[in-house]
């Protein structure tokens, strides 16, 4: 009886071998079973390693500034172009020209003379000159020939012992015509707009017999032309306009409304007016 449960027992010992040996070779086999912890293994599609996408630390801004930061201009009123702008030491449209308002005009229209004006000297200077009239007189001349036609190529300014002397330099027929006074209110001719010329009063001249200059001719280019009365001790400025029905307007800032003569000079034709200091 014990034999035979012994040799029982060393069957089902046996038995037990062959079925371990057997559950080992099946797990060596299979090669999707993992024994213990799985370690993290590299991505093909991330080189670093991480299955946590990567922070770019690119902050997401808005659209950056293109244009400079607006800054305010300063307003040189010798440099500023534009609406009322000043050129030159001329302002345009409505406002001052150098002092004086020409309203209307534009920075085409108005110019001031480069440099010191032609100086308007001795050779100037008749026999005879005509007596200095009062401040508050009106001088009246009417133009010689029968069909005056005159063109102001260039306007000089000169300063003498007891007078400042401006100068209309002239071309063309005929002998020219005027009438000088000053003016309370001075205006351009044509438009009315209101001038204000440096200095306290502004003297008058009509030069009259003017012819509008022929084609291609620049006497008159751009329009108006300021002259600085630079060193002169009574003339402050002189502006020169552009012809209107037969005259063209020229006016003349003063320091004080002082005695003045108007006379012209032949060959060639000028319109000279002089002012007392």
Request: glycine content about 14%; hydrophobic content about 35%; charged content about 20%.
């Amino acid at each position: 009886m014990s034999t035979r449960h012994s040799g029982v027992q060393a069957v089902a010992v046996l038995a037990t071998v062959l079925a371990l040996a057997a559950c080992g070779s099946a797990v060596d086999e299979e090669p999707s079973v993992s024994v213990g912890p799985t370690a993290p293994t590299e991505s093909d599609d991330d080189p670093t390693g991480s299955a946590e996408p990567a922070e770019t630390g690119a902050e997401t801004t808005g659209p950056a500034a293109t244009g400079a930061d607006p800054t305010t201009t300063g307003a040189d009123p010798t440099t500023t172009s534009g609406e009322g702008a000043t050129t030159g030491g001329v302002t345009t449209g409505d406002v001052t020209t150098g002092g004086a308002t020409t309203g209307g005009a534009t920075t085409e229209d108005v110019t001031t003379q480069d440099g010191p004006a032609g100086e308007a000297g001795a050779t100037d200077e008749p026999s005879g000159l005509p007596e200095f009239e009062a401040a508050d007189a009106v001088v009246r001349q009417d133009p010689g020939g029968e069909a005056a036609q005159l063109v102001i190529d260039e306007v000089r300014l000169g300063l003498q012992d007891d007078f400042d002397r401006v100068v209309l330099d002239l071309s063309g027929t005929g002998e020219a015509g005027w009438l000088v006074q000053y003016a309370e209110a001075p205006a351009m001719d044509g438009s009315g707009f209101p001038v204000d010329l440096a200095g306290d009063h502004v003297l008058q001249v009509v030069a009259q017999g003017m012819a509008y200059p022929e084609p291609g001719d620049t006497a008159y280019d751009p329009g108006l032309l300021l002259v600085d009365g630079g060193d002169l001790l009574q003339v402050t400025e002189v502006l020169r306009g552009a012809p209107f029905e037969g005259q063209v307007q020229v006016l003349i800032g003063t320091q004080e409304q002082a005695p003045f003569r108007v006379f012209r000079l032949a060959g060639p034709e000028r319109l000279v007016i002089d002012l007392q200091h």
